[in-house]
């Protein structure tokens, strides 16, 4: 048996990434439940792991099939799985049996992850399920600050170009004693996403001595 290391979590973040663009390319979760298909979702998770396994860290087969629980053909199925298919499929999901709604297709959920995939690496991802997910996280660990500047920011474009595009939403807020709009000034840009956005606020305050 392949012993594969436990993932870290710049992986599973990308997965995530990878995951939640893939919901997207569906339609989002409402069109999921409109199409009775919620149950795609497993299916879609294993395949985005796979993805980015293979394509971030170059693992084989056996060794995605080891840790993601599948077969190493299933594996195999859905690194070559067509996206052009996969999205023609998609287009045509109210044609789809009853039996096919159930459980998405390996070649589909492959071709949806690939191209979910490119899309994320290219920066063409969907702000708003990120920030949604980012605002959950937030407010689990306790970031009062973040969760706060989540909120301020929501219905911002990504990616954000300049501090121009989001300073004055955030110009009464505190993180962590500093003014937010001093910190947005000095982190780099462009920010990408949410998740981009509270990573490059964290290390601005590593830097200022502030944990």
Not at 34 to 45: D, G, R
């Amino acid at each position: 048996m392949v012993i594969l290391q436990p993932v870290n979590v710049d992986v599973e973040t990308l997965v995530l990434r990878v995951f939640l663009k893939s919901i997207d390319l569906i339609g989002g979760l409402q069109k999921l439940a409109e199409y009775k298909t919620l149950t795609w979702l497993p299916s879609l998770a294993r395949a985005s792991f796979a993805v980015v396994l293979r394509e971030e860290y170059l693992k084989t087969e056996e060794e995605i099939a080891d840790f993601v629980g599948l077969t190493k053909q299933t594996v195999r199925n859905i690194l070559r799985a067509d996206p052009n298919l996969a999205i023609e499929k998609i287009k045509r999901i109210e044609e789809l049996t009853e039996e096919e709604k159930k459980e998405l297709k390996v070649h589909t959920a492959g071709g949806l992850a690939k191209l979910a995939y490119k899309l994320v690496k290219e920066g063409h991802e969907e702000s708003k399920l990120l920030l949604e997910y980012a605002g959950i996280v937030a407010t689990a660990l306790d970031i009062p600050w973040a969760y706060l500047l989540l909120k301020r920011i929501k219905g911002t474009d990504f990616p954000i170009n300049s501090k121009d595009d989001i300073i004055q939403k955030v110009a009464d807020i505190k993180i962590k004693g500093r003014d937010a709009s001093e910190v947005l000034a000095e982190i780099e840009y462009p920010v990408k996403n949410p998740a981009e956005l509270l990573h490059k606020i964290k290390e601005n305050l590593k830097m200022h001595g502030v944990e």
